[in-house]
């Protein structure tokens, strides 16, 4: 990442859309299953040990991506978080980049946090 990630999470968060009583659209439950895909190919990166992802861990954060466009595209909350957040661009910028793949899933990770920290709930 090119900034402080952490600053730019909850920036991020703070502009997601919001219903008239001013609590987030977006639940946490409606980003879970992405959250679950990205820890589940972060757990297996961690225990490389080379710069670039496997092949198949590439192929997984490629899939990834998809997964967010198909989530995207039934729910418009989800979209809004991933417009907002520019997640989608961030992984785009990871291609087999080990150390830009955990630095996205970090960013992710504060993005989750401070969407709880800030009234988002299930």
């Known amino acids: ?7 730019r999470a ?12 001013g609590k987030f659209i977006l639940t946490t439950s409606k980003i879970r299953s992405l959250m ?3 820890n589940s190919i972060y757990n297996d990166a961690l225990t490389e040990t080379e710069t ?17 466009v ?3 595209g039934r729910e418009d909350s ?4 991933l417009n907002k957040t520019r997640l989608r661009d961030e992984l785009n910028k990871v291609g ?8 996205f899933c970090r ?8 969407h709880r920290f800030q009234g988002g709930n299930d």
């Open 10 to 21: 909850e920036t991020a968060v703070k502009n997601l859309d919001k219903d008239r009583s």
């Open 70 to 72: 198909y989530e995207a």
């Open 52 to 68: 670039t992802l496997s092949p198949e861990l590439s192929k997984r954060v490629q899939h990834m991506n998809v997964r967010m």
């Open 36 to 38: 679950s895909m990205m």
């Open 107 to 114: 960013y992710f990770e504060a993005l989750v946090a401070f």
């Open 78 to 81: 989800v979209k809004d978080f």
């Open 1 to 7: 990442m090119d900034e402080d990630y952490v600053t």
């Open 96 to 103: 087999d980049d080990r150390a830009k793949f955990l630095d």
